[in-house]
């Protein structure tokens, strides 16, 4: 990969990366943090909450995709393809960050709204609570996962490739 497009992957990656680890450890902990709670109740930080997410899973949808483009951009100036557990690790960062976008925040919504929501009766309320807990830990299992992953990509980038090593059968010119 030309080092052009390896700087700007890492610069992607890392930016991806920060922006996890912001999300997950700071912005999410500190809505729900006592001192937000005593400033706005937690319905309301729930739906900042959503939204937050909203727009931080168009921007990982923009960091995978700069990032898949990036990956196809290197094989085709490098001629070779990618090492596959690093494409696999891309790949599965992309469903990832899709399936946690497209399914699960929705469902989480539409739980936080019953939760929520004056005219539910408390058979309703319990059972969205129990379902948005569980609904929720896997997403946070989801995020953790993509944290994670993003990070050894990362680590990945990193670390230089040398050249193609010569082939064990030379080819006989004729």
């Known amino acids: 990969m030309p080092q052009v497009l390896r700087v700007l992957s890492l610069g992607v990656v890392a930016i991806w990366l920060g922006a996890t680890v ?4 700071g912005a999410g902990p ?7 709670q005593q400033l706005v109740p937690r319905y309301h930080a729930g739906r ?3 939204v937050i997410l909203q727009s931080f899973f168009w921007f990982q949808i923009g960091c995978s995709i700069a990032s898949v483009l990036l990956l196809l951009a290197g094989w085709a100036y490098a001629g070779r393809p990618p090492r596959k557990w690093a494409s696999g690790l891309l790949l599965g960062l992309v469903t990832l960050v899709l399936l946690g976008g497209l399914s699960l925040q929705p469902k989480l919504r ?3 709204t019953v939760m929520y929501a004056p005219d539910t009766s408390i058979e309703e309320k319990t059972a969205a609570t129990q379902k948005f807990r569980r609904w ?3 997403s946070q299992v989801g995020n953790l996962l993509v944290l994670i992953g ?3 990509y990362f680590v990945h980038l990193t670390i230089p490739v040398g050249p193609r090593p010569a082939s064990k059968y030379p080819v006989a010119y004729y």
């Open 48 to 50: 900042i909450a959503q």
């Open 22 to 25: 912001f999300v997950t450890f």
């Open 110 to 112: 539409h739980l936080h």
């Open 30 to 36: 500190a809505l729900f943090s006592p001192e937000v």
């Open 150 to 152: 993003v990070g050894v």
């Open 136 to 138: 929720h830990g896997v």
